[in-house]
């Protein structure tokens, strides 16, 4: 288990998660597509993701990611926007699933804190990230999946982005004692 509290930015606001987020023996997380980049609102940033813990693994101590992530768009701060590709769960860390309630019905939503390395060959280096994913495609009211990214360290520490899908899914997968 891990336990504290979740700050998550969907949409522009803040929404704060208290719970013990339970580490999801078998749970995953996966997705694809883009949302709009938070350098430039007429730019888009894409994704691909997968985070999992293997069935085996009863408290998630082991969580395994992938993926990468690339905005488009340019800030002074970021020139040549951001590109990065996610690589492993910060160890100490653990992959999350929670079931949270909200303003949308039956929302699954997964964390990792991940590294990640740069994918710009302009800027080398490596640091730390926070993903925050929610699949609101199950019950009877859908509206779009949400996907929220925090660069804390590195060559991209201070970007952040969050916002609905534009294009794409994101699929949680929870483990059978994890959510309904």
């Known amino acids: 288990m891990v336990s504290g509290i979740r700050v998550l930015a969907l949409f522009g606001?803040?929404?704060?998660?208290?719970?013990?987020?339970?580490?999801?023996?078998?749970?995953?997380?996966?997705?694809?597509?883009?949302?709009?980049?938070?350098?430039?609102?007429?730019?888009?940033a894409g994704l691909d993701f997968a985070f999992a813990?293997?069935?085996?693994?009863?408290?998630?101590?082991?969580?395994?990611?992938?993926?990468?992530?690339?905005?488009?768009?340019?800030?002074?701060?970021?020139?040549?926007?951001?590109?990065?590709?996610?690589?492993?769960v910060v160890p100490g860390s653990a992959f999350g699933l929670w079931p949270v309630t909200g303003p949308v019905p039956d929302q699954r939503c997964a964390q990792a804190q991940l590294t990640y390395l740069s994918n710009d060959p302009n800027v080398i280096g490596s640091g730390t990230a926070s993903v925050t994913v929610c699949d609101n495609s199950h019950g009877m009211v859908k509206t779009a999946d949400t996907f929220a990214i925090q660069l804390f360290s590195g060559p991209f520490a201070g970007y952040q982005d969050s916002a609905p899908l534009g294009g794409g899914q994101i699929l949680i997968t929870p483990a059978p004692t994890t959510l309904p």
Do not use: E, R
């Not at 995953?28 to 883009?34: D, I, L």
């Not at 085996?56 to 768009?73: E, I, K, M, T, V």
């Open 53 to 88: 813990c293997a069935p085996s693994d009863a408290q998630c101590l082991s969580p395994q990611a992938s993926g990468n992530y690339h905005d488009d768009g340019t800030s002074p701060a970021f020139p040549n926007g951001v590109k990065i590709k996610l690589t492993d």
């Open 13 to 44: 606001s803040i929404v704060l998660l208290a719970s013990a987020c339970a580490a999801a023996a078998g749970g995953s997380a996966s997705g694809t597509g883009w949302i709009v980049s938070s350098l430039d609102p007429m730019a888009k």
